[in-house]
């Protein structure tokens, strides 16, 4: 797997933005996001269309692994983004959330 375009956000919860090419597949993976937590943990998201449902947000995936699956590419794409998030950058470490 390779990390491409890779782009850190430091406005908000989005931490950076990126694509992902899995070469075994011939697969490009475009605009993924690894956002934090109010917790401080965080997660790389897929693409997903914002709807309301009543006085809820919500998002529609469009595509997802498995829970069993998705552990393990969690994983593996943290770090390889490891290399792109340095500790030189005091917003990465230190941003605090809306919520």
Not at 42 to 58: N, Q, V
Not at 66 to 83: C, D, G, R, W
Request: no cysteine; hydrophobic share 30%; proline share 4%.
């Amino acid at each position: 797997m390779e990390i491409q375009n890779f782009k850190t956000n430091k406005n908000d919860n989005v931490v950076a933005s990126f694509d992902l090419y899995i070469a075994n597949w011939g697969l490009y993976l475009r605009s993924l996001r690894l956002i934090r937590k109010k917790d401080g943990g965080e997660f790389i998201s897929f693409p997903a269309r914002k709807y309301e449902d009543g006085e809820e947000t919500k998002y529609y995936k469009y595509y997802y692994f498995e829970s069993s699956k998705n552990e393990a590419f969690q994983k593996a794409v943290k770090e390889l983004l490891t290399p792109f998030l340095k500790e030189d950058q005091p917003e990465y470490k230190q941003e605090e959330l809306p919520f």
